[in-house]
């Protein structure tokens, strides 16, 4: 085995499932809701540059995005755990595969850093004064330090050294010799290449591809089940109490059960204050039209009962709903799915009526309940 044939036969690999994923999360709702919110976050900082004092401190959110972007780093090495035994042979053959290895993680800080940019560099212009090459020479700075992010991860390098860096790169733009990044970015990179490790570290980047992939099956089980992620449960004592409450009887067994379950899982409670968080946020950027802050009560109520289907067909598998034949399951089914759609359209009625002081919103949630209640009866 070879590095090139290992590189293409890893990196195909994890292309593949992340493909596979990416499809099933596009298919889903909740993703469609995401885009939906940051296409209307774009039209509502359209509408704040238009109307942007020129006195504003554009060099400061450039500085910032100096200091925030290093903040997160993240790697990927595509390897497993199987290769702690059969690599070992070829250790010493693989640096072809290290250097594919870096570059990918450099290419992908690159990108991540870019997208931001564009994002501010708008704002930059029109609050600076500036040329061209100044902002080249900022953009590729940026860019350096979010491959240098990556690339401190892989080495093994202190996290507080790339932090550093990125705080000195963030007072040169403040004091307005933003050009001058370019250099502490560049001087960086050598840190880095000074530092990098001359053989591969297999069981530290098995660690690092190992925990890249748990956090990507975290972000895909937001939007569709994962097989690989295992279920988590939290006590969540205050409301495991109020469980309690329910009395015991054999008609409330299901009841019990499948409440307990909704309360404990990531999928049941997460599930509602993901979708709550993201309406919140679309609801505060339409808070100048009262019509979108109403209708946001309704499309994310009715988001959150068609999502909580794929949870309470999940409780069937629980080994107890096969071993307890009390109760009336559909019936607790139901009761979960009108608690979900009462709670969240409750905090969301008074957030769209303290946002846009309108009497629209009670119709916004009355709508809401009528979508909640026919998930809950079909």
Avoid at 229 to 252: F, G, W
């Amino acid at each position: 085995m070879n590095s090139q044939f290992l590189w293409k036969e890893r990196y195909q690999a994890a292309m593949t499932e992340t493909v596979k994923y990416t499809r099933y999360m596009a298919n889903g709702g909740l993703l469609f809701t995401v885009y939906f919110v940051i296409l209307y976050a774009l039209v509502v900082y359209g509408r704040f540059l238009d109307q942007l004092d020129p006195s504003f401190p554009g060099r400061f959110v450039m500085a910032a995005l100096f200091l925030i972007l290093p903040l997160y780093r993240t790697s990927r090495t595509f390897l497993v755990e199987a290769d702690q035994v059969f690599l070992l042979p070829v250790l010493a053959k693989l640096s072809s595969f290290m250097q594919q290895v870096r570059a990918y993680n450099a290419i992908f800080g690159i990108i991540r850093a870019v997208i931001p940019f564009l994002a501010v560099v708008v704002l930059y212009v029109r609050t600076e004064q500036t040329t061209p090459l100044e902002l080249v020479l900022l953009g590729a700075a940026l860019a350096l330090f979010g491959a240098a992010a990556n690339l401190s991860k892989l080495e093994g390098i202190a996290h507080r050294t790339v932090l550093l860096y990125a705080f000195g790169a963030a007072l040169l733009v403040i004091i307005d010799m933003a050009w001058m990044s370019i250099v502490v970015a560049l001087l960086l990179m050598v840190v880095l290449h000074l530092k990098r490790q001359d053989h591969l570290p297999l069981r530290e980047w098995i660690a690092l591809e190992r925990e890249s992939r748990d956090r990507f099956y975290r972000l895909a089980n937001w939007f569709v089940d994962v097989p690989h992620l295992s279920a988590t449960y939290k006590h969540r004592r205050l409301l495991s109490n109020m469980v309690e409450r329910i009395p015991y009887q054999a008609q409330t067994t299901f009841d019990y059960l499948y409440v307990k379950q909704f309360i404990r899982s990531g999928d049941g409670i997460g599930l509602i204050v993901r979708l709550t968080l993201i309406g919140a946020v679309f609801m505060w950027l339409a808070s100048g039209n009262v019509w979108f802050v109403a209708l946001a009560i309704p499309a994310f109520g009715g988001l959150t009962s068609f999502q909580l289907a794929p949870f309470t067909k999940a409780v069937d598998q629980h080994l107890l709903t096969r071993l307890l034949p009390f109760g009336n399951a559909v019936h607790a089914k139901r009761k979960i799915i009108r608690f979900a759609a009462i709670s969240q359209c409750i905090v969301l009625t008074l957030l769209g009526f303290f946002l846009s002081g309108s009497m629209y919103v009670v119709g916004g949630a009355a709508i809401a309940l009528v979508i909640g209640e026919y998930y809950a009866r079909k």
